[in-house]
């Protein structure tokens, strides 16, 4: 890169579901973030590098910011606001709330109360502005100019795609002059096993109802890609994986089981096509679903099961 580039970690922040890891898929051309419209969906930081001939941008994907209650959302409020105190830059992700007057919810006020607190350049993005009337925008941009000094305000639709590529342009010009931290090919530091457990999981999202996607955790157990490589003939090479799906009740093990076996079945099947696209491999997928009575809430399982930083 010239000299004068930029380079930098800008940590993505907000409220459950507000669309921070669609707008990190959208930035990586990548799928690094499982998405659903269920809280408590991105539950780790999940690094996303956008490299550019002026710079590059380490984006920074965190949980949602809310006031936690239980061992497992601390540690993910504490995990999002890690980030976003060791990044250069805050992005507040924000979408537009009340039916008639602009409006500043709870949820998004308590985010501000902890920005306020750790005293980081922040730049406000207004996501969704596709399911919303222009003329909401501007006495929305006003309200939250009142209530926090941001550095810049950005509309955005991470759906569509449409005012991202200029956010990230955005993003470098506050980022310092600095070489770049990673390769022009790296675009995460997630491990495919975390990606694989990550997909799977999304499927228990997907699929299961009450409260089975917040009991749920999956750790790969086996990933044997002695197979891989062994490919010619139209013949494409075979990735082996068995993933335990943990669970904190018997009674929710019989459900992500289903009758006959279906439901895991489903998950399973869902789960093993986008692990195939990850991988560019045949893969053979094998699920087990144990239970670990109060996982979310003892900090030694929180600990086994990945959940804990510099994961």
Sequence with gaps: MAPGTRSGFAALIGRPNVGKSTLLNRLTGEKLA????????????????VTRPEGQIAF???????????????????????????????????????????????????????????????????NKIDSVAKRVLLPLIQLYSETFSFAEVMPISARTGDGVEALASLVLSHLPVAPPMFPPDVFTDQAERLLVAEYVREQVLRHCEQEIPYSAAVQVEHFDESERDD?????????????????????????????????????????????????????????????????????????????????
């Design 60 to 126: 920074l994907d965190t949980p949602g910011v809310h006031q936690a209650k239980g061992a497992l959302n601390r540690f993910m409020v504490d995990v999002a606001l890690t980030a976003a105190q060791e990044s250069d830059l805050a992005l507040m992700l924000v979408e537009p709330e009340g039916k008639g007057e602009p409006e500043i919810g709870p949820g998004n006020r308590f985010v501000l109360e902890q920005l306020k607190q750790l005293n980081k350049p922040t730049v406000l993005v207004i």
């Design 231 to 311: 490919v010619g003939n139209g013949k494409r090479g075979l990735v082996r994986i068995l993933a335990s799906l943990f669970v904190e009740r018997e009674s929710q093990k019989a459900i992500v089981i289903g009758k006959r076996g279906q439901m895991l079945k489903t998950i399973g099947s869902d789960a093993r096509a986008s692990i195939e696209r990850l991988l560019g491999a045949k893969v053979f997928l094998q699920l087990q679903v144990k239970v670990e009575p109060r996982w979310s809430e003892r900090p030694e399982a929180l600990n086994r099961l990945g959940y804990r930083h510099g994961r």
């Design 34 to 49: 499982i998405v659903s419209p269920k809280p408590q969906t991105t539950r780790t930081r999940i690094l996303g590098v």
